[in-house]
Structure formats: structure tokens, C-alpha cells
């Protein structure tokens, strides 16, 4: 269908369709002169509806009607767009990034080092022997004074021969 038999048809339809017609051809040009770089909105808003009306039987008013309800539209969209944009960016600002990651690694370390400290606890515990235990080869160092008893064979626990502590620490 040519151009012409389209703009014949839509001139013959009610006039609430011709309106919304012209605003989609109005808005589809609007947007080309915009990506275009050509024109700021208004002044290719106003070029939009002088291109079209001098192509179809819109008149001026019509144009500048219909004009008005893209801009209108056209106005809330950035509105929203700078809102979303806005959202965005505090949502991924740098300074609030950093303090989340601050935050969960302190946890993390904070709970592993809770971790850390009962399993040190623990094995402190399966390390500390008393004197009258049975005890396999290895060195005792008194909790008491520091001193040392090395054994080369299975022994009963005797107390510390210098502070004669009752209380040591293993190891091999």
C-alpha cells in the first residue's frame, strides 16, 4: 500500500484514531530526529508535527496538540529514567559497596576466629596431661615453670622435678 492510500485510510477513520496514529508517527519521528543529535525536544517536537502536518490533514493546532501529549510523555519517561539512573547509582555507589564487603568480611573473620579459638581451646584440652596419667613418648613442658621432661618410652605422669607443678603440655 503507498503512502498516500495509507494517509487516505486514516484520514477517513474517527478522529480519536487519526489523534492516536499521529501521535505514534509524531513520537517515532521525534525519536529519530533525537537519536540524530540534530535538535533539542522542543524544537523537534515542533519540526516532528510541521513534517507531518504538512504531510497529512493535520493542521498547526492539531500538530502542536498532539505535540504536547509526546512531551508530556516523553517527560515522564526521562523523569523515570533519572529516578531508575538514580536508584542505580546509590545502589552501586563505591562508599556503600565497601562498607558491605567491610561488613561481611568482619563477620567471616569475626566467626571464623570464634572457630579458631574453640578448636585451639579444644586441642589445648587433648594436649594437657596431669601427673599419674599414662603418657606415650614425646616431651612435657610444665605449665608451672616452663620446664621440660622428655620421654623416650611410655611413663606414668611424675610431677614437675623443679616446681613439682602437677599440670603440663605435650608435645612431640
Request: charged fraction near 30%.
Amino acid at each position: 500500500m503507498s503512502e498516500e492510500q495509507n494517509q487516505s485510510q486514516e484520514t477517513q477513520g474517527e478522529p480519536e484514531q487519526q489523534e492516536v496514529r499521529f501521535y505514534e508517527k509524531l513520537a517515532a519521528r521525534t525519536a529519530e530526529l533525537l537519536e540524530s543529535g540534530r535538535k533539542n525536544l522542543d524544537e523537534t517536537l515542533k519540526k516532528a508535527g510541521e513534517e507531518l502536518a504538512a504531510a497529512s490533514n493535520f493542521s498547526r493546532e492539531q500538530a502542536e496538540k498532539v505535540g504536547g501529549y509526546v512531551r508530556r510523555d516523553l517527560s515522564q519517561l526521562a523523569e523515570q529514567a533519572d529516578k531508575a539512573r538514580a536508584a542505580v547509582k546509590q545502589a552501586a555507589d563505591p562508599q556503600r559497596v565497601a562498607a558491605g564487603v567491610q561488613s561481611t568480611l568482619s563477620r567471616i573473620l569475626r566467626s571464623a576466629a570464634e572457630t579458631f579459638a574453640e578448636l585451639a581451646e579444644k586441642t589445648e584440652k587433648q594436649l594437657e596431661h596431669r601427673t599419674g596419667e599414662v603418657t606415650s613418648p614425646g616431651t612435657l613442658t610444665c605449665r608451672g615453670c616452663g620446664a621440660e621432661m622428655h620421654f623416650t618410652a611410655t611413663v606414668r605422669i611424675p610431677p614437675c622435678p623443679k616446681c613439682h607443678q602437677t599440670l603440663f603440655r605435650k608435645s612431640y
